[in-house]
Protein backbone atom coordinates (compact mmCIF):
# COMPACT_ATOMS: atom_id res chain seq x y z
CA UNK A 1 0.00 0.00 0.00
CA UNK A 2 1.35 3.51 -0.97
CA UNK A 3 2.41 6.14 1.97
CA UNK A 4 0.08 8.92 1.76
CA UNK A 5 1.55 12.21 1.66
CA UNK A 6 1.21 12.95 5.64
CA UNK A 7 3.11 9.81 5.91
CA UNK A 8 5.87 10.66 3.79
CA UNK A 9 6.33 14.21 5.66
CA UNK A 10 6.35 12.18 9.00
CA UNK A 11 9.36 10.36 7.15
CA UNK A 12 11.28 13.06 6.02
CA UNK A 13 10.73 15.30 9.10
CA UNK A 14 12.61 12.23 10.55
CA UNK A 15 15.90 13.26 8.32
CA UNK A 16 18.29 15.53 9.69
CA UNK A 17 18.03 16.99 6.02
CA UNK A 18 14.59 18.46 6.18
CA UNK A 19 14.06 18.29 9.98
CA UNK A 20 14.15 22.16 10.21
CA UNK A 21 11.39 22.39 7.04
CA UNK A 22 8.62 23.27 7.57
CA UNK A 23 5.33 20.71 7.03
CA UNK A 24 3.97 22.98 4.28
CA UNK A 25 7.26 22.68 2.07
CA UNK A 26 7.93 19.18 3.03
CA UNK A 27 4.73 18.26 1.51
CA UNK A 28 6.15 19.58 -1.72
CA UNK A 29 9.18 17.31 -1.62
CA UNK A 30 6.67 14.48 -0.27
CA UNK A 31 4.11 14.99 -3.33
CA UNK A 32 7.21 15.04 -5.65
CA UNK A 33 9.29 11.60 -4.30
CA UNK A 34 9.27 8.28 -5.80
CA UNK A 35 8.47 5.13 -3.46
CA UNK A 36 11.17 2.22 -3.97
CA UNK A 37 10.59 -0.68 -2.20
CA UNK A 38 13.61 -3.47 -1.82
CA UNK A 39 14.48 -6.10 -0.79
CA UNK A 40 17.46 -7.77 1.00
CA UNK A 41 20.39 -7.97 -1.44
CA UNK A 42 19.28 -5.03 -3.61
CA UNK A 43 21.85 -2.37 -4.78
CA UNK A 44 20.35 0.59 -4.38
CA UNK A 45 23.35 2.80 -5.48
CA UNK A 46 25.99 1.10 -8.13
CA UNK A 47 29.71 2.93 -7.43
CA UNK A 48 30.57 4.19 -10.46
CA UNK A 49 26.70 5.24 -12.04
CA UNK A 50 26.27 8.49 -12.40
CA UNK A 51 23.03 9.65 -11.12
CA UNK A 52 20.76 12.73 -10.27
CA UNK A 53 19.11 11.66 -7.19
CA UNK A 54 19.03 10.87 -3.35
CA UNK A 55 17.75 8.58 -1.10
CA UNK A 56 15.94 8.88 2.02
CA UNK A 57 15.68 5.57 4.08
CA UNK A 58 12.20 5.13 5.39
CA UNK A 59 12.19 1.44 6.68
CA UNK A 60 14.85 -1.09 6.74
CA UNK A 61 18.41 -0.98 6.44
CA UNK A 62 21.50 0.06 3.82
CA UNK A 63 24.71 -0.92 3.82
CA UNK A 64 27.56 1.38 1.98
CA UNK A 65 30.54 -0.57 0.69
CA UNK A 66 33.57 0.88 -1.45
CA UNK A 67 35.93 -1.63 -3.15
CA UNK A 68 34.70 -4.46 -0.90
CA UNK A 69 35.10 -2.36 2.29
CA UNK A 70 32.03 -1.80 4.19
CA UNK A 71 31.72 2.16 5.12
CA UNK A 72 28.95 1.94 7.48
CA UNK A 73 25.22 1.17 7.48
CA UNK A 74 21.78 3.54 7.01
CA UNK A 75 18.82 3.19 9.29
CA UNK A 76 15.68 4.39 8.89
CA UNK A 77 16.15 7.92 8.84
CA UNK A 78 19.16 8.35 6.79
CA UNK A 79 19.53 9.69 3.25
CA UNK A 80 22.20 8.56 0.43
CA UNK A 81 23.62 10.67 -2.66
CA UNK A 82 22.95 14.04 -1.30
CA UNK A 83 25.64 15.46 -3.04
CA UNK A 84 25.27 13.45 -6.29
CA UNK A 85 21.59 15.13 -6.40
CA UNK A 86 23.20 18.65 -6.33
CA UNK A 87 26.17 17.38 -8.62
CA UNK A 88 25.37 14.69 -10.39
CA UNK A 89 29.03 12.79 -10.55
CA UNK A 90 30.11 9.03 -10.39
CA UNK A 91 28.97 7.31 -6.95
CA UNK A 92 31.67 6.75 -5.03
CA UNK A 93 30.01 3.69 -3.21
CA UNK A 94 27.51 0.92 -3.76
CA UNK A 95 24.84 0.66 -1.58
CA UNK A 96 22.82 -2.44 -0.58
CA UNK A 97 19.58 -3.53 0.76
CA UNK A 98 20.23 -5.26 3.96
CA UNK A 99 16.56 -6.22 4.32
CA UNK A 100 13.20 -5.31 3.26
CA UNK A 101 12.21 -1.76 2.98
CA UNK A 102 11.38 1.26 1.35
CA UNK A 103 12.66 3.73 -0.08
CA UNK A 104 11.73 7.87 -0.99
CA UNK A 105 13.55 9.08 -4.42
CA UNK A 106 14.82 12.85 -4.96
CA UNK A 107 15.52 13.42 -8.29
CA UNK A 108 17.93 16.74 -8.53
CA UNK A 109 15.32 17.89 -11.36
CA UNK A 110 13.10 18.31 -8.03
CA UNK A 111 15.36 19.59 -5.38
CA UNK A 112 16.21 21.73 -7.32
CA UNK A 113 12.81 23.39 -7.83
CA UNK A 114 12.17 22.77 -4.58
CA UNK A 115 15.09 24.92 -3.14
CA UNK A 116 14.48 27.77 -5.84
CA UNK A 117 11.26 28.06 -4.63
CA UNK A 118 11.99 27.53 -0.38
CA UNK A 119 15.00 28.84 0.83
CA UNK A 120 14.01 27.10 3.64
CA UNK A 121 15.05 24.05 2.35
CA UNK A 122 17.80 25.18 0.73
CA UNK A 123 19.35 26.07 4.25
CA UNK A 124 18.63 22.66 5.67
CA UNK A 125 20.69 21.44 2.97
CA UNK A 126 23.72 23.42 3.25
CA UNK A 127 23.30 22.65 7.01
CA UNK A 128 23.50 18.87 6.14
CA UNK A 129 26.19 19.32 3.91
CA UNK A 130 28.41 21.33 5.95
CA UNK A 131 28.07 19.09 9.00
CA UNK A 132 29.26 16.05 6.25
CA UNK A 133 32.11 18.10 5.28
CA UNK A 134 33.24 19.13 8.56
CA UNK A 135 32.89 15.42 9.65
CA UNK A 136 35.43 13.82 6.94
CA UNK A 137 34.90 10.84 5.28
CA UNK A 138 32.49 10.03 1.79
CA UNK A 139 29.50 10.94 0.79
CA UNK A 140 28.41 7.32 -0.01
CA UNK A 141 26.06 8.28 -3.34
CA UNK A 142 28.33 11.16 -4.80
CA UNK A 143 32.23 11.95 -3.70
CA UNK A 144 34.40 12.05 -1.56
CA UNK A 145 34.05 14.84 1.10
Known amino acids: MPMTVVDRVVALHEVPLFAAV ?11 ADEVPVSAGDEVIVEGAVEDHLF ?15 LRDLPPGSTVGELAALVPEARSATVTA ?42 LGGKAR
Request: glycine share 12%; charged share 25%.
Open 22 to 32: PGRTLAAVAAC
Open 56 to 70: VVVRGRLRASHEGTV
Open 98 to 139: LEEGLLLRIDAMVLDELLADHPELARGVIRTLVTMLRGGGTD
